[in-house]
């Protein structure tokens, strides 16, 4: 993987996002894939960008598995060394409501690791792209996860964590500040935007994996919930809890997470 085939897959998922946002303009339809509680809501949008980036993709490493939230599972993945990790939007909530705070997120993994990632906000075509051991961009520009320490430290949370009072053990030396998406989210610590991010719940593969690419193609660190690196392309693609930082905040975070992390059922 060099950066000319990295230029090529950023080209690729930056069309899916103005196809994204093509749909928005037009007018799309919205599911719930759990209609009695309003949750988990798919749109045409969704699927189309799917459809787009599967035919894409496969094209670009016809060897490679491919895992997608919008794409039924097939196990024949597991035994592939090369597997795309998609998520065609995530943040579709805040795709609904026009809040500018969603993605296409797409990551290449070789034997479980994350090696790149590419990710488009679609409302606003911020690209974020990077590799493993190769570097990471921003538009075009060198981006480091790298932040000066201040005395509080800055975290992008999500508006329901932020609700459910998540936050709120750490309110004397987090400053947290809302984002939709956590693969956005993923992206803008990347790109040294803030000093970190972490979320204490379950998430699937998709959501995060080319964050966790971009965070280590830029320089930081980023860990599961019990602090071990993280592998893909598992059987089960739920993971359990994350944490992102800069590498001169990591330590700080993880250690207050250690000391005042809630218990979660
Ligand atoms: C959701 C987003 C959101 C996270 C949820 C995910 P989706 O993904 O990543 O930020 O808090 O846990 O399900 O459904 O919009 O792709
Ligand atoms: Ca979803
Ligand atoms: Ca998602
Ligand atoms: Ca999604």
Redesign the pocket.
């Known amino acids: 993987m060099d950066k000319t085939w990295l230029n090529g897959l950023a080209a690729i998922v930056q069309e899916a996002g103005r196809l994204v946002e093509d749909i928005a303009r037009q007018g799309f339809d919205t599911q719930f894939k759990n209609p009695e509680a309003r949750r ?1 809501p ?1 749109t045409t949008a969704d699927l189309a960008c799917d459809a787009f980036l599967k035919e894409r993709l496969l094209h670009l490493l016809p060897e490679a598995g491919w895992l997608s ?1 919008e794409t039924k599972d097939r196990p024949d993945r597991l035994g592939k060394r090369w597997v795309w990790i998609v998520d065609p939007i995530d943040g ?1 909530r805040e795709f609904v409501r026009r809040i500018p705070e969603y993605a296409v997120s797409v990551a290449l993994a070789q034997d479980g690791e994350p090696r790149a990632g590419v990710l488009v906000n679609p409302a606003t075509g911020d690209v974020f792209y990077g590799a493993v051991g190769l570097g990471a961009w921003r538009n075009g520009t060198p981006m480091a996860c790298s932040r000066a320490r201040g005395e509080r430290l800055t975290i992008l949370g999500s508006r329901s964590e932020i609700n459910r009072g998540e936050f709120e053990p750490f309110a004397d030396v987090l400053d947290v500040r809302a984002v939709g998406s956590i693969a956005y989210k993923l992206a803008l610590v990347a790109a040294g935007e803030a000093d970190g991010t972490f979320s204490l719940g379950p998430k699937h593969e998709w959501d995060i994996a080319a964050g966790v690419a971009l965070v280590l193609a830029a320089g930081g660190r980023v860990h599961d919930g019990a602090s071990r690196p993280f592998r893909f392309n598992q059987p089960d693609t739920l993971t359990h809890g994350i944490v992102a930082a800069t590498p001169e905040a990591y330590g700080d975070l993880a250690s207050l997470l250690r000391r005042h992390a809630p218990k979660r059922g």
């Open positions: 988990d798919v939230e579709t």
